[in-house]
């Protein structure tokens, strides 16, 4: 078996005429949590499906666990929890009734599937409504069930596909620590489809962004930040004018500076220096407080990756 | 096996809250049943009702209900967006297919057994004891072995139609249709046709002489044939990749 979680050579799938997936390489480390970013229609469903053996690609191969896609599914699906675009549960069944169905799928012995489900739907609060059937529940309380049945039968791999979608914040920070919780200290690892770029910073190991059926960037959090340019830097002070602007556009460390309630804004090239900026400014006459310098956050980063697609 | 038992005990278990709570849905299901047993037993004539067209009565009266459930296995799943969780399941192919088919088939049979317990009892209240028990028993116990190859026959039909229907409403509308197709064509055609109505009953008349017991045997014997090839259709149809796309 290999040690990545995932391997993807070269995935690519059409749905007629429709190119959903293209030329998708991609690796996964076992016990990690990827984050796999994307505007809809970018092709992380298709992913899902594909790397469940759900789908059949057009061309390339896929491994999870270290079976191929197309020839073992079955044992990809055996060992994986899944939950989709949909909460996929039984509306005329109970909480307890659904996650009793998929771990009786599961072939989880009566005594350990008793226990789990106990343990699960207790650390989400809802053990005690455990009987009621799933119809009346607002979305966000079916949604944690239908992460407590992804993570029932204690799966070596979980793909979630927007996970936190639906919950109040205090859950969706509880469920983020559970996820990370599950990586570091059971070896799980998980495949997760995110729209919320604060859950992907503060929950991945490494993440990817797709568009348009292409990765686009892959790397930690920290690496895709890094890579967006030299970030930005705030100054604080005064006597910031219209030439002062002019001058630092002028320059080509300098991508764009504007002032903002009396602050200037830079946004740097890679490798931009502040020093040479910051005596610029004081020779012209602006009288500099402070100076703050940081990197882009991972939301910038996205949103800089999906105009250049506009452009 | 045991695949197919967890998912044929899952699809009870929503039958049974179909209308809500499983007593209210116990309940819709059988006040409409028993009215017609009890209409059918107090209406039909002695004789008609000891007759084997009060066995096969029983058989084809839950028919509507039975369609309406195998309607709801795969379309109903797809249409409730559960059908791919469970396809991203651990669960095989034929475990899906079979717990399906299998919760409607039992589903049509417990049916049709019902109706006969009550067809029976009002019948025995109403009109008395039957001329021969042994003669009633026998067809109805008949009627019930050959319950199974229909429903079995109805819910492979059913699952072929449901495959690929994206609602519950167009997969009972398609099977219906099939139904008063596979129903009133034959007597359509027949009735339209005066050398086809010679030649049915120049047919009897070489059966007459047949034991009923062989005619019998020939026609579970066919309608098993028919069975186990739609069984093969719905399990070559039923593809994971295709059930995801439709």
Redesign the interface.
């Known amino acids: 078996m290999s040690d990545a979680a995932i391997r993807i050579d070269g995935l690519t799938m059409d749905?007629g005429k429709v190119r959903a997936l293209e030329d998708l390489s991609l690796e996964v480390e076992r016990g990690s949590v990827f984050g796999f970013l994307g505007p809809n229609g970018a092709g992380k469903t298709t992913t899902i499906?594909l790397l469940?053996?759900?789908?059949?690609p057009t061309r390339g191969k896929a491994e999870v666990l270290g079976f191929d896609t197309h020839e073992r599914a079955?044992e990809i699906?055996?060992r994986?929890g899944?939950?989709?675009?949909?909460?996929?549960?039984?509306?005329?069944?109970s909480a307890e009734?659904n996650l009793e169905?998929?771990g009786?799928?599961?072939?989880m012995p009566g005594i350990e599937r008793r226990g789990r489900i106990k343990e699960l739907l207790t650390s989400v609060g809802l053990w005690e409504r455990r009987k009621e059937?799933l119809k009346k529940w607002s979305r966000g309380m079916r949604q944690k069930v239908?992460v407590a049945?992804a993570l029932l039968h204690r799966p070596e791999m979980v793909?979630l596909d927007e996970p936190t979608a639906g919950f109040d914040p205090s859950s969706a920070a509880a469920l983020r620590d559970d996820l990370g919780g599950l990586a570091s200290r059971e070896g799980v690892t998980v495949f997760l489809c995110t729209h919320n770029l604060f859950e992907a910073e503060r929950l991945c190991d490494v993440v990817g962004v797709i568009r348009r059926g292409k990765l686009v960037a892959v790397g930690s959090p920290d690496e895709l930040r890094a890579g967006s340019g030299g970030g930005r830097a705030e100054i604080i002070g005064q006597g910031f004018g219209e030439k002062m602007l002019r001058m630092l556009r002028e320059r080509v460390e300098v991508r764009s500076a504007e002032i903002t309630n009396g602050r200037l804004a830079i946004e740097l090239e890679e490798k931009a220096k502040m020093a040479p900026l910051v005596s610029l400014l004081v020779h012209e006459g602006a009288e500099i407080e402070e100076v703050r310098r940081g990197k882009a956050s991972l939301e910038e980063v996205f949103l800089k990756l999906m105009e250049e697609d506009k452009g | 096996m045991r695949d197919v038992w967890t998912v044929f005990k899952k699809e009870l278990k929503e039958l049974l809250r179909l209308h809500g709570s499983g007593k209210r849905t116990l309940l819709l299901t059988l006040l409409p049943l028993g009215a017609v047993g009890v209409l059918f037993a107090t209406t039909w004539n002695k004789q008609l009702l000891e007759s084997p067209a009060g066995a096969v009565f029983c058989v084809v009266i839950p028919l509507g209900m039975v369609i309406a459930v195998i309607c709801d296995s795969f379309a109903g799943e797809r249409e409730r967006h559960t059908l791919e969780t469970l396809l991203a399941s651990r669960l095989p192919n034929n475990a899906i297919l079979f717990g399906k088919m299998g919760a409607a088939m039992a589903f049509g049979w417990i049916l049709t057994l019902l109706i006969m317990v009550f067809m029976r009892s009002v019948s025995l209240v109403a009109k008395g004891p039957p001329e021969s028990w042994g003669y009633l028993l026998s067809w109805h116990a008949g009627a019930l072995v050959f319950a199974f190859p229909i429903w079995s026959l109805w819910a492979s039909l059913g699952v072929l139609v449901s495959l690929r229907s994206p609602t519950v409403k167009r997969a009972q509308q398609m099977l219906s249709i099939s139904f008063l197709l596979v129903c009133f064509l034959p007597a359509i055609v027949v009735g339209g046709s005066r050398a086809m109505q010679r030649r049915i009953e120049g047919a009897a008349r070489d059966f007459q002489d047949v034991n009923p017991m062989t005619v019998a045997l020939v026609a579970l014997g066919i309608l098993l044939l028919v069975d186990v090839v739609l069984i093969l259709i719905a399990m070559a149809r039923f593809k994971r990749s295709k059930l995801i796309l439709d």
Do not use: C, D, T, V
């Open positions: 749905f499906r469940l053996g759900l789908l059949e079955h699906r055996s994986s899944a939950l989709l675009e949909q909460a996929g549960l039984y509306e005329r069944l009734e169905y998929y009786q799928i599961n072939r059937p239908a049945r793909f």
